[in-house]
């Protein structure tokens, strides 16, 4: 997914992406973090990624990997498709939930 000028709207919104636009200006990581550029800040960027991964990688590759797919899938799409594919992964999510249980016992 490339990023677009729309993505920064959706992200920032209009009157920040203007203003970063309009003036060129270079923001401090808590400004990042304060308008939604990123999601946090750290003095030690690598361990912070790190802790972040350790924190995900605890809960349930299949629900990750569903997560991911659907972040992926219904970013650019319209209401009615949004709708859809959300509904179509949440099923396939309960049917390898329920797959999975079974072969389990």
């Not at 997914?1 to 200006?25: M, N, P, Y």
């Not at 209401?79 to 396939?92: I, K, V």
């Amino acid at each position: 997914h490339a990023a677009s000028i729309r993505d920064l709207l959706a992200v920032i919104g209009i009157d920040h992406a203007k203003e970063l636009t309009f003036t060129g200006r270079t923001i401090s990581g808590a400004e990042a973090a304060q308008i939604g550029l990123v999601t946090r800040t750290a003095e030690d960027a690598g361990a912070e990624a790190l802790a972040l991964a350790g924190e995900i990688v605890q809960k349930s590759p299949l629900a990750i990997r569903r997560a991911k797919r659907l972040y992926d899938e219904v970013w650019e799409a319209g209401d009615a498709e949004r709708l859809a594919t959300e509904e179509r992964l949440q099923r396939e999510i309960l049917a390898e939930v329920a797959a999975a249980a079974a072969a389990q016992g």
